[in-house]
C-alpha cells in the first residue's frame, strides 16, 4: 500500500493550494480519507476526512469554511482544497486511508509520506 501527497509548497498569507494523495495498493472507494498537518514542534492534527462516497466530510474548527476535502473514486486520489490560507496553516500535511470515519489519527492505517505547506505573512 502507497499513499503519495503532493502539492505543498510556499505561499504568500491569503493565497491557496490544492493537495493531491494518490493511492495505489488498495480498494481505495472502501476507505475513509483523511488529512493530518503537523506543524514544528507540535502533536499531528487532524484537518479533514471524507465518507468513502465522497457524500460527506468533516472538518476541523480551525479550518472550516476555508478548505475543502473531496475525493475522486476513479483515480484513487483524494484532494484538500485550501483557500485563504493563514501562517498558522504552515505544516507537514499528511493523507491517511481508515476504515473509521473519524477524526483520531489511530483509525487511519495507511499514511502518506507528507508533503510541506509553508504560509508566509
Known amino acids: 500500500v502507497q499513499l503519495q501527497a503532493f502539492g505543498g509548497g510556499l505561499v504568500q498569507a491569503g493565497g491557496s493550494l490544492r493537495l493531491s494523495c494518490t493511492a495505489s495498493g488498495l480498494a481505495f472507494s472502501r476507505y475513509i480519507m483523511g488529512w493530518f498537518r503537523q506543524a514544528p514542534g507540535k502533536e499531528r492534527e487532524f484537518v479533514a476526512a471524507v465518507r468513502r462516497s465522497g457524500g460527506s466530510a468533516a472538518y476541523a474548527d480551525s479550518v472550516k469554511g476555508r478548505f475543502t476535502i473531496s475525493r475522486d473514486n476513479a483515480k484513487n486520489t483524494v484532494y484538500l482544497l485550501m483557500n485563504s490560507l493563514e501562517p498558522e496553516d504552515t505544516a507537514i500535511y499528511y493523507c491517511?486511508?481508515?476504515?473509521?470515519?473519524?477524526?483520531?489519527?489511530?483509525?487511519?492505517?495507511?499514511w502518506g509520506q507528507g508533503t510541506l505547506v509553508t504560509v508566509s505573512s
Open positions: 491517511a486511508g481508515g476504515m473509521t470515519y473519524g477524526s483520531a489519527a489511530p483509525y487511519y492505517g495507511y
